[in-house]
């Protein structure tokens, strides 16, 4: 692709996560959705954009310092440049951010759930709060003072600080500033004959900083927040060989909550002095102060929502309760039902409850010998560990590759490499250059002195509580093929090695770029031959310039390509001449798209892989990532029906406009709403197959579908 194009084609990737972002937004400014629920999405929103300057911004402020003239690989902007786009797009989000939390919680209080304003309070309301924050948060607070004898302190990642301008009585100004840290329950809740009364604490210090100030008049305040860098790169701390892998994490966590400031949150305009006191220290500009007038951090939304989901049932989701699969039987062990079929699970709608029995079975099943599994995000009490555990107390060999590079997950993984160590599993941690990213299990059995394998790939973490959060599938295999290449992966990884080589499995980062391209490429073949070809792929995110230039090859060449990438998307479909066989859709819902599916040919020639990679250089070319081909036909026939109807939502999914910008998708105008992921939940839960829809179907299909959803 000519640089000449490249603005007209390809989006930067910070600007497109931005987007989606936005349709995370977009679902707590929706009227449809219960209260609680819309407030989780506000969460959502700012707890993403915390992570985003955490690691994105931070990772360009890095580039900036040390990289600043050189350019990302698409829209051709350096990091300085990047900063500044994103600095010039937040603000408009957070206006909006602050207009759906207000909007949200002024419907709350008409149902009997209201936040203190404390600007608005009455006198009883002041005298009673007045005297809890003189009990029971007072004595807790560390209040300090800065001046010419007291330096300005670290102020602490994401943590809440009070910030007062006092006079003295030589009329000079002094700053005290008073960190809310977690010593404090962060929400203080009141049941009255009214409803519920919500306090946040950070709202009853700032209103009662005089009475921690009281030697001093108080000129202002501000609420004040600091976002730091936190992209470390461990490659760094490897040079020397002999270095302790989980002890060198440990020191670069300690290190994480002491790097540069890339975000400073206030809940009001400051003043000109304060400003550039404040932006000297903490050495930030002007632009990368952020008004927000909302709470900065709203995860109390997920309290309240558990909380008084039986008193305000209305307020929040109706339960949707993962099922048993009806194609797996509770009788019969796992692994003698995965000798006759593959087993696909489909999370959230399957209970991962098959999966952990499996690995149950393993433990103490006299044939298994071995068991192997790739490791990166594990619940904290978890289940699928404690099985891992017990095979290593019943003599089997358990191998596990935990990773302890998972982003924010570090501690906890550290914690249970020193438990299953103590277990007598073999742990490793992964490559020096290369994260261990796939979700891989291998099963290995001695039958009859004949070795056979149980193989489990799957496109989401071993996690219990993910599992019900996340959409992934699961395929269980006995093949014999898959386990021998399964095998290697896990040998290689062993070694310090990468597979340099793989028949079936696509096993980054040796063996998956270039094979996708392969596949890319045999449907450029077919269409130039004047054939129908088709691509379907399902992903997270779409970075890759290479996988993406091949795409738009294969637009160009006459290839049909539907693509479902819930976020990052760095070119423009529907562009003509150049994309204009490219449709991209986005949904984001209840639950996070988070499976990878890619589909190649028509039906006849069909290739259809899971995976645990997106198309994004860091998982093509920075991890180890495995893709396993769907070989069963039962499983293909319920995956492409999936697809499909993931292809057919029309309330959660968004489609991605010439422009770069995205339209709710509202699908053909006879068409029943169709709420994928809800559809699925009510179809597993009817025990009902889903129907295997093809091109002639779906007219068929959509009367049926409009008739069973009167029926309900």
Known sequence: M???????????????????????????EDAKLPLLERLKFVSIFGSNLDEFFMVRVGSLYDQSVFHPNVEENKCHMTAGEQMHAVFETVPALLKRKDAAFRAIMASLDKEGITKVDFDHISAPDEAFYKSYFIDEIFPLLSPQIVDKHHPFPFLRNNEVYIGVHMRTKSDQLKLGLVPVGAQFERVHLLNT?????????????????????????????????????????????????????????????????????????????????????????????????????????????????????KQYPHLVNDTLTPVYPVNIDHHIPIMQQALTRDLLLSFPYHSIRPFVRLLEEAAADETVASIKIS?????????????????????????????????????????????????????????????????????????????????????????????????????????????????????????GQTVEYSELLLVA??????????????????????????????????????????????????????????????????????????????????????SRIYVFGTPGRRKIYISSADLMTRNTQRRIEVAMPVLDGECIKTIMAMLQILDADNVKARIMLPDGSYDRYAGAGDA?????????????????????????????????????????
């Open 672 to 712: 029943p709403r169709t709420d994928a992921q809800r559809y699925f939940f009510e179809m597993f839960a009817n025990e009902a197959p889903i129907p295997n829809l093809n091109p002639a179907q779906k007219r068929g299909f959509w009367h049926a579908l409009k008739a069973w959803f009167k029926r309900r």
């Open 2 to 28: 000519e640089r000449e194009n490249a603005a007209g084609i390809y989006i930067n990737r910070e600007l497109s996560w931005l987007k989606f972002n936005e349709r995370v937004l977009e679902e707590a």
């Open 509 to 594: 980062p040796n063996c998956f770029s270039q094979r996708l391209i392969d596949l890319i490429n045999r449907e450029i073949t077919y269409a130039k031959s004047g054939e129908e070809a088709f691509m379907m792929l399902k992903c997270n995110a779409v970075t890759d310039k290479e996988i993406i230039d091949k795409l738009i090859e294969a637009s160009q060449a006459g290839v049909k390509i539907k693509m479902l990438v819930r976020g990052i998307c760095c070119f423009r479909p529907g562009v003509p001449g150049y994309t204009d066989n490219i449709t991209v859709k986005s949904i984001v819902g209840r639950f996070l798209e988070h």
């Open 375 to 495: 490791l990166y995000r594990v619940a904290k009490n978890s289940q699928i560990l404690s099985a891992l555990l017990k095979a290593a107390e019943n003599g089997k060999q358990v191998l596990a590759v935990l990773e302890l590079r998972a982003r924010f997950d570090e501690q906890n993984n550290i914690d249970w490499s020193k438990q299953l160590e103590q277990a007598g599993c073999t742990v490793i941690y992964g490559l020096d250059e290369y994260k261990v990213h796939s979700k891989l299990l291998l099963i290995t059995r001695r039958v009859d002195a004949k070795i056979t394998y149980v193989t489990q790939i799957g496109t989401g973490n071993y996690n219990e509580k993910t599992a019900e959060l996340y959409t992934d599938l699961s395929v269980v295999t006995t093949d014999h093929r898959i386990g021998i290449e399964a095998l290697n992966v896990f040998n290689n990884l062993a070694l």
């Open 193 to 309: 004959e009214r409803g519920v009364r919500l306090a946040l604490i950070e709202d009853m210090i700032y209103h009662f900083a005089d009475s921690v100030f009281t030697k001093y008049t108080i000129a202002s305040k501000i609420m004040l927040r600091v976002t730091r860098n936190a992209d470390l790169e461990a490659e760094e701390a490897l040079y020397d060989e002999d270095i302790d892998w989980r002890d060198m994490m440990q020191d670069l966590l300690k290190t994480r909550r002491r790097l540069a400031a890339v975000r400073l949150q206030v809940n009001k305009p400051l003043s000109g002095d304060l400003c550039a006191y404040l932006t000297e220290k903490l050495q930030i500009t002007k632009r990368q102060i952020f008004l927000e007038e909302s709470p900065f951090d709203v995860s109390f939304a997920f309290m309240l929502a558990n909380r008084y989901a």
